[in-house]
Each structure stands twice: as C-alpha cells, then as structure tokens.
C-alpha cells in the first residue's frame, strides 16, 4: 500500500514561501496560505512613487502561480500555530494540519513605541503603501505652497523611495524633501563613500538630511526629533526598520532574549523541530541580510530540507551567497555595492531592470505564449523610463565618464 503524502504547510507566500512551494515535488500535499492574492516584487515598489512601474506590473497571481506547482493555495490568515499538535489556525476559522511547516511571514513595520507614528506617518512596506503615497503627494500639490516631506529611515528603502521623489518632483521648487536616519550615516551598514555620493548629488536640489537623529514624536504638522529640533512635514514616510510579526511570539518560535525567530543554520526552529523558518523572520547563527535574494535562497533550501527531515535524513547548512546589492537613486545614480566595493553608473539601471524582468518572467503563473503578452507590456515600459535613459549616458562616456568607483578594494 503507498503511504500518504506528508503534509507540508508554508505559511506567508512572498520571496522565501513562494520560492519554497514551487520547489517542492507535486509529490507532496502542500498548502500555502497567505492573506493576499499577489505575490509583489516589493524591490520595485519605490518606483510607483515615479510612475516608472504600475501596480500591474509588480504583482503576480499567487494562485496560480501554486497551483501551476502542483500545490493548493489557501488566501487566508495563519493567526496561531500549534506546534506541538503540529497544526495552524486562520482567521478564517480553518484548522490545517501539518507534518512539517515553513514559516515565511516575514516582517511588519515597527514604529518603536514612538508616538504619532501610527496615526501620523505613512508605511512604506507594499504596492498599496507606495500607491497610497503616491496619491496623497497628488492631493497635497493642490494645497498651498511650500510642501514638505519627511522620509524617516536612511536605508535602502528610504533612500531608494527619496530617489523615485527627485526623480518626479526635484524640479519643483515648493516641494522641499528632508531624510531622518538614526545612525551616522545614510545606507549604515555600507560603506562610507556612498553616503557621501548621495548627499553630493542632492547638493542641488531642496533636500536635507538629519543623520545621528532620532524621532521622538509625530504629529500631523511635522516629526519632533529627540534634540528638540521640528521638521515640518505634510506628508511622512515611515521606513524605519522591521519588527517581528506577532504570529511568531504567539507560536512560541520567539523567545527572549531574540528579536526574531531562533533557527539553526539549517533553517530549523530552535524550539520546535517540524518548523522551518525562512526570510526575514528568522535569525541564523551566521546572521544574513534581509534581501530578497536570501529569501529567494532560504526558501530553495527549506524546501530541501523540509523533505529531508521528514525523510529522517541530515539537513544542510544554509550558506548566504555573495550576491551584490543594486541601489537605484531616482534618475540621478544607481550604485552596486559588492562588500566594501562600490561602483556608480546610470547605466546600472538596466542591471536591476534585468534581475526584476528575469524572475517575474521565471515566476509568472503563465506558461508558454500566454505569458508573454505581460513580460512585453513591463519590457516595454521598463525599457523607456529606466533602461533607455542610462545607455543614452554611454554616448557621451568619453566626456564624462558614467562609471565612476567610489571605493574599490
């Protein structure tokens, strides 16, 4: 008689999930759930801000693109995990049992305690957020002059949004653009030299930048900084950092002193053997950046590993991959940041147009002829705002050399 397939849930179906469902075998009986129907190329999402990238273009059906694997998708919210019955709870009221679980819920935006961040600032997490922003900035243009935005977050979020801002707005001079970053330094973590390139470009244009600050309050007339000082502030952006979600306390799978899920380096929960943790939520021995690329490489391995557990076999050992990191400034700069190495060129853009175009066209739910209609449609338009432009630099190269190293070692 052949035993039944075991049971695998993957809860969260972004970067790590997806990945994770579509390289399990359809030989195993796989439930994803995640509250939304699409799956978004969150790297994108400051591009809405510019009118470069649609809504459209940065979402994919995730069921469909679950079901294309040989697995069932349920749209749903996972509110509590029973780890030790080895089963999950919806919002929707549905008990689902599992063998194994992948848990990829990644993070929520965390607001510190701080008040006024709730009521008065503006997330910066999702298509609908930057959709949302993008609105308000039309209905404040009608208001009276000057107009004032505060980006809260000098990493690669708020950098990245503040760029899409210059690039629709920089020419207009009642719009005036300030940036709180707690650290030292703009992009902390990277190296020096790019903070210095970015406040050199905004140099000429209404921007100001409060580093070594932090926010002490918000309301809806501006952001009180803990030094006393007030930017005022029409519109507030709020990309600050990440927070676990409270699904993971819930569950048990967060447990202090750690901030966020406890996990082996084999992706393995550190309290509870039949679930694996992937992406942002989970905390490695050897910590690894919360890019999509070590999602997208968690979720290959939770898959392998998931399987091989159930199959009483050894697990291996997450390795994070050397990949290099695309900085997109608007139209002014795109940088690529390899370790301490960092090299600026507009015509880099076209490299992080190339990274976005290869995986929605590799994930996109639509095989064959019906999915090239879509790939062509945001070909066509990313080859006009982004990769057109910077190939127009090469032609003055020899005048003014487009690709410059800021630091090289």
């Known amino acids: 008689m052949t035993p039944k397939p075991k049971k695998i849930l993957i809860v969260g179906a ?46 994919l059906n995730r069921s469909q693109i679950v ?25 929707g009221g549905d008990i689902l049992p599992f063998d194994g679980a992948i848990v990829a819920v990644g993070g929520i935006s965390n607001n510190y305690h701080i008040p006024g961040v ?21 209905e404040l243009q009608h208001k009276p002059a000057p107009l004032h935005v505060v980006v809260v977050g000098g990493g690669l979020s708020g950098v990245e949004a503040l760029g899409e801002l210059l690039r629709r707005y920089r020419h207009r001079p009642e719009i ?12 902390p973590g990277f190296p020096k030299a790019l903070d210095a390139d970015l406040r050199r470009m905004c140099q000429e244009h209404r921007v100001s930048f409060h580093t070594g600050e932090s926010v002490a309050r918000v ?12 930017l005022p502030s029409a519109l507030t952006i709020w990309t600050a ?30 309290y509870a ?15 690894a950046s919360k890019q999509a690329f070590n999602a997208i490489d968690m979720g290959a391995l939770a898959a392998q590993n998931v399987t091989r557990w159930l199959a009483d076999e050894s697990l291996k050992d997450f390795k994070a991959p050397a990949t290099p990191i695309l900085l997109a400034f608007g139209d002014l700069q795109t ?71 800021l630091k090289l070692l």
């Open 241 to 270: 950092g990440l927070a676990p979600p409270p699904l993971l306390r819930d569950a048990k799978l967060i447990r202090p002193p750690h901030t966020w899920a406890a996990v082996h380096q084999t992706l393995q929960s550190r």
């Open 273 to 287: 053997s039949s679930i694996f943790v992937i992406g942002d939520a989970a905390a490695l021995p050897k910590p």
């Open 118 to 138: 709730d009521q008065h600032t503006w997330p910066f997490r999702t298509v609908a957020d930057s959709l949302a922003i993008e609105k308000r900035m039309e």
């Open 335 to 405: 940088y690529l940041v390899a370790g301490k190495t960092v090299l600026a060129s507009k015509t880099l853009a076209g490299a992080k147009e190339g990274v976005y175009q290869l995986f929605m066209a590799q994930t996109a739910p639509q095989p064959g002829l019906q999915g090239v209609p879509g790939a062509l449609r945001r070909l066509r338009k990313s080859w006009k705002e982004l990769v057109v432009p910077g190939l127009l630099s090469i032609k003055d190269f020899r005048a003014t050399p487009d690709c410059r190293p």
């Open 67 to 91: 079901a294309r694997a040989g697995h069932r998708f349920v749209q749903d919210q996972v509110t509590h995990i029973d780890t030790r019955r080895r089963r999950a709870t919806t919002a």
């Open 176 to 187: 005036s653009f300030a940036m709180v970053e707690a650290s030292a330094q703009l992009m």
């Open 219 to 230: 309301t809806p007339q501006g952001v009180w900084l803990a030094s006393g000082k007030r």
């Open 14 to 59: 972004n970067f790590a999930g997806l990945t994770a469902a579509i390289q399990l075998p359809k030989t195993c009986d796989v439930t994803v759930v995640d509250p939304s129907p699409d799956f978004e190329w969150i790297p994108g999402i400051h591009e809405i801000l510019s009118g470069v990238k649609t809504p459209q273009g940065l979402r």
